[in-house]
């Protein structure tokens, strides 16, 4: 069979945000913070966190999204051919949680794949889906980004640089093969990742090398270097969303919107200033959610397809950079 022709598209989106809304000033009374302090450095007016029972995870997070997507794509979960499922929170050290979620969806042995690429787990992902499609390997992929960070956020002094950042949600997207000769679908992606700097976000717990000193030094906390991967993140995004242009053969002025992660306001805001981009091409939704890692660019896509800022025709670059260190680019044009 030839799959030359083969294209993704984009069928249908969902998203599905925890249940409690937690502002700025909640956190205040747990940390030394403020919602000044918040807002001025991050862009963060709120976030919303599951409830602190420990009933939710992110594969239940993800079946929400799910139902959603797959409602308006007009699929069963046994049209599904694959499922790939992106999050660092996941329900448990393993399995993964695309088999939970396989399972949710009351599926029998449907296969599922969980990647690990943090806030880029959506370009990876993307770009995985399209070249099972192109190959021939699957035609009907579901994607699931979802996170639940809460309960392993620190909510005392020591936490407040990472823990007022995070956010708990999920967005799913049904991705198909279309036989078109066109130019829609995916039309580049550049991935990269450079583990040299994996340990300036990481969470060293649970591990497969686990000493006792780790146990007693509670490694189990997240830890960032938020400095560095702000500069990081500003040099890298720019860098990317040119490499990505450059192999689609266009220029920023060809795209109609850009879809970045959800790291920090500041961040897009200066991605934004560096490649000349007008206000109104840069989606950014962080003021809602704070930084959903995996889930934040599936969400922003919702909304943004919801708000008709993507529509058939759009050329659409989403852009992410976080622990691993990993970063991407992918263009894709809608039909
Ligand atoms: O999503 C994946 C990748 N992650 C990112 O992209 C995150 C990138 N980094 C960032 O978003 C920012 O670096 C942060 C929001 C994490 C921090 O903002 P910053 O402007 O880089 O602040 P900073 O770390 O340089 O800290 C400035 C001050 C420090 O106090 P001193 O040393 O100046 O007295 C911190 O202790 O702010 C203090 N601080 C806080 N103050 C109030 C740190 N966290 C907080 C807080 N509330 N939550």
Redesign the pocket.
């Known amino acids: 069979m030839d799959y030359y022709n083969r294209k993704m598209l984009l069928k249908s989106t969902g998203r599905y945000i925890a249940p409690w809304l937690v502002k700025n000033d909640d956190l205040a009374q747990w940390m030394?913070?403020?919602d000044e302090?918040?807002r001025q450095?991050?862009g963060i007016e709120q976030r919303y966190w599951v409830p602190e029972d420990g009933d939710i995870g992110a594969s239940d997070l993800g079946l929400e999204a799910s139902k959603i997507a797959l409602e308006r794509a007009g699929w069963s979960p046994e049209d599904i051919d694959l499922i790939i499922f992106g999050t660092l929170s996941p329900d448990m050290h393993f399995p993964g949680s695309g088999c939970l979620l396989q399972h949710k969806l009351g599926l029998d042995t449907t296969p599922a794949l969980d990647i690990r690429q943090?806030?880029s787990a959506f370009l990876y992902g993307l770009t995985t889906a399209d070249a099972f499609i192109r190959s021939g390997h699957a035609n009907r992929i579901l994607f699931v980004g979802a996170e639940v960070h809460s309960p392993a956020l620190v909510k005392a002094d020591r936490g407040?640089?990472v823990t007022?950042?995070f956010g708990d949600g999920a967005g799913a997207a049904c991705l198909e093969g279309v036989e078109t000769d066109e130019p829609v679908g995916v039309i580049s992606s550049v991935l990269h990742s450079q583990g040299e700097f994996a340990r300036s976000?990481m969470m060293p717990l649970p591990a497969s090398r686990i000493t006792e000193e780790d146990v007693r030094e509670g490694r189990h906390d997240a830890y960032?270097d938020?400095?560095n991967?702000?500069k990081t993140?500003v040099r890298k995004l720019p860098e990317v969303a040119n490499e990505a242009l450059e192999k689609a053969g266009l220029s920023i002025d060809d795209i109609d919107i850009i879809i970045p992660?959800q790291?920090?306001l500041r961040?897009n805001q200066a991605v934004q200033k560096s490649m000349n981009i007008p206000d109104g091409k840069m989606y950014n939704n962080i003021h809602r959610y704070g930084?959903m890692?995996a889930a934040s660019i599936p969400v922003a896509l919702d909304e943004a397809i919801e708000e008709k800022l993507v529509d058939k025709g759009s050329t659409v670059l989403f852009l992410g950079?976080?622990?691993g260190l990993t970063w991407g680019g992918v263009i894709y044009r809608h039909f």
């Open positions: 030394d913070t403020s302090w918040i450095r991050t943090q806030c407040r640089d007022v950042i976000l960032m938020g400095r991967i702000f993140a992660h790291a920090n961040i930084n890692t950079l976080g622990a």
